[in-house]
Structures are given as structure tokens and as C-alpha cells.
């Protein structure tokens, strides 16, 4: 089982919009998906159709432990599950202060899915924050995919959201990897687009290699800016069932089978590949 965190400490930088669509994308390939709403926006429910009301099992109470994953997952497509969220979540930073092992809670509560390899992927849409939730995210994950809008600005509080990694993976959770880095509402023919990209593969190429994004990968496939992707959340359906012809469905199914290319190399076998492979 994979397990994704999408993270990035800036709002607006096209967390969400990957989360739910490469999510969708995976799952229309095969694979059997989660994707979990970590923000109390509830962006993610809401663009796959789901707004969690007052008597809907939402992943706040997986945290209070009043449910289990399990009992607060739904089918929102084929191969697609969703753990959704509520405003309720904005309440679990203050609520699990103080309570200890609070970094474990959806580590603790996922353990059986790994165990059981439930899921190909669980792909997490995480808060604007280096908070308890992303914390609990990262704690719980092998994989952070950190999303990027090219502009001046990108790639400061990069290194906060780099050190906050290493500060997991030396505590938390020695798995942690950054292993992609998704280039989003991305203009292409523009010299800042090419020169943030070429910032970045500097800054990776000089890490040090036993930092965990030391092995992350730029993808090659770039989001572009496409209003079709900005609508398609407020019809509740993935960009592919939105706009199939799209530049948006186009790179996120693009996007999606980079990733699927990387399931060799990390030792994840699955049918579907080997039987794509066999013909
Ligand atoms: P985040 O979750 O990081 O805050 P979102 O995914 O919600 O970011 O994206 C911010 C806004 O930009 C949303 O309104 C979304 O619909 C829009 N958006 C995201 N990616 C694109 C894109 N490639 N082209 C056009 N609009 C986009
Ligand atoms: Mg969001």
C-alpha cells in the first residue's frame, strides 16, 4: 500500500485539486484508492461530491475515536473511497494538545490497512499548516507529494515544509520519504515557470543524500492553469468525469501514470501492471 501525503504549508497552491483528481486518476487505472480529507475546509469531500452534515461519520471522529476508518468511509466512484471532513476537524488541534501520542493517532487508526494491504494508494489532502493534522499525516504516511505553483514566492517556506519532514522522519516516523514534487497551475512558455523548476533541481541536487526529499522527483508532467479545473469541484466530479477532453484531465492522467511508473522501483507489485506488462 502507498500512502501520500500532499502537503504544502501555502493555501491556493493546488493541494486539493491534485489530491481529488490524481486520486481519481489512479483509481480509474486499477487501483484501489482513499483518499482522506484532512482539512476542515472539506475541500476534498466536497469536490467528489460529499458534504459531511452534522450525522456523517467524518475523520474528526476517527480522531476523538468515536469510529474507525473503516465505519467512516464511503464509495464516491469505482476503486474510489473517501474519508471525509467537517468544520468539526478545525476543533482537533486545540482537543488533542496536551494528549500524548497525539502525532499517532491516524498511524494507530490505519495500522490494519497496511497490514492488510487495503488499498493501493491512501492519498491525503492535507490543511494550509505545519499543524497537529499534517503532523499526523506525516506520521502515518511513507509518501509526501508536495505541490507548487511557479511564481517568485515558490520555493520560500520551501525549506520549512523540508525541515518539518526531517523532523518526522528523525522522531516520527523513519519511512517518510518526499518522493514527488507536482508542478501546479503551471504557465507554460513563461521563463519564471522554467526558472522555478531549475531553482528546485538545483536545491535537490545539493542536498545532502540522506535528507528525505535527497531522492524526490520533479514531476514531468506539469498541471497546467485550466478553468475547467477550477470548475469541475462544484459539480462534485473529478476532472476526467468533468471535462474529459481537458488540458486538466489531460495532465492529471499524465501525472497519475508517472506515479504508477514508480511502483517498480519502490517493489509494489500489482495485477494490473503485470498483466499491461504481459501483453
Ligand atoms: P490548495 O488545496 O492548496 O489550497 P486548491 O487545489 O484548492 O489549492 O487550488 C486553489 C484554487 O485554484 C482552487 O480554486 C482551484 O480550483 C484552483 N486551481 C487549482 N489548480 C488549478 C489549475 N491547474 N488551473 C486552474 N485553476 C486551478
Ligand atoms: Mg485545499
Redesign the pocket.
Known amino acids: 500500500m502507498r500512502s501520500i501525503a500532499v502537503m ?1 504549508q501555502k ?8 489530491s481529488v483528481n490524481l486520486a481519481a486518476a489512479l483509481a480509474r487505472e486499477g487501483r484501489r484508492v482513499c483518499l482522506m480529507d484532512l482539512d476542515p475546509q472539506g ?1 476534498a469531500s466536497f469536490h467528489v461530491g460529499v458534504e459531511a452534515g452534522p450525522d456523517m461519520p467524518t475523520v474528526y471522529d476517527v480522531f476523538t475515536q468515536q469510529t474507525t476508518l473503516d465505519h467512516a468511509r464511503q464509495l464516491v466512484g469505482e476503486n474510489l473511497s473517501l474519508i471525509p471532513a467537517n468544520i468539526d476537524l478545525a476543533a482537533t488541534e486545540v482537543e488533542l494538545a496536551g494528549t500524548q501520542g497525539r502525532e499517532f493517532f491516524l498511524r494507530n487508526a490505519m495500522q490494519h490497512w497496511k497490514e492488510q494491504n487495503r488499498f493501493d494508494y491512501v492519498v491525503m489532502d492535507c490543511p ?1 499548516s505545519l499543524g497537529i493534522l499534517t503532523i499526523n499525516a506525516l506520521t502515518a504516511v511513507n509518501e509526501v507529494f508536495i ?1 507548487l505553483q511557479p511564481h517568485f514566492f515558490a520555493l520560500q517556506g520551501l525549506s520549512k515544509l523540508f525541515e518539518t519532514t526531517a523532523l518526522v522522519t528523525r522522531r516520527l516516523n523513519r519511512d517518510l520519504r518526499v518522493t514527488g514534487i507536482m508542478m ?2 503551471y504557465e507554460s512558455g513563461t521563463r519564471l515557470a522554467a526558472d522555478v523548476t531549475e531553482d528546485l533541481k538545483q536545491f535537490l541536487h545539493a542536498s545532502d543524500g540522506d535528507t528525505p526529499w535527497a531522492s524526490a522527483k520533479i514531476f514531468k508532467s506539469k ?5 475547467k ?2 470548475e469541475a ?1 462544484s459539480f462534485g466530479q473529478s476532472i476526467m468525469d468533468y471535462a474529459p477532453t481537458s488540458s ?1 484531465a489531460v495532465d492529471y492522467l499524465a501525472l497519475a501514470a508517472e506515479v504508477l511508473d514508480m511502483e517498480a522501483a519502490m517493489g509494489v507489485h500489482h495485477p494490473a501492471t503485470a498483466m499491461a506488462r504481459a501483453a
Open positions: 504544502n493555501g491556493g497552491v493546488g493541494k486539493t485539486t491534485s475541500h494550509p505541490p501546479c497551475l498541471v497546467r492553469r485550466n478553468i479545473l477550477a469541484p486538466g
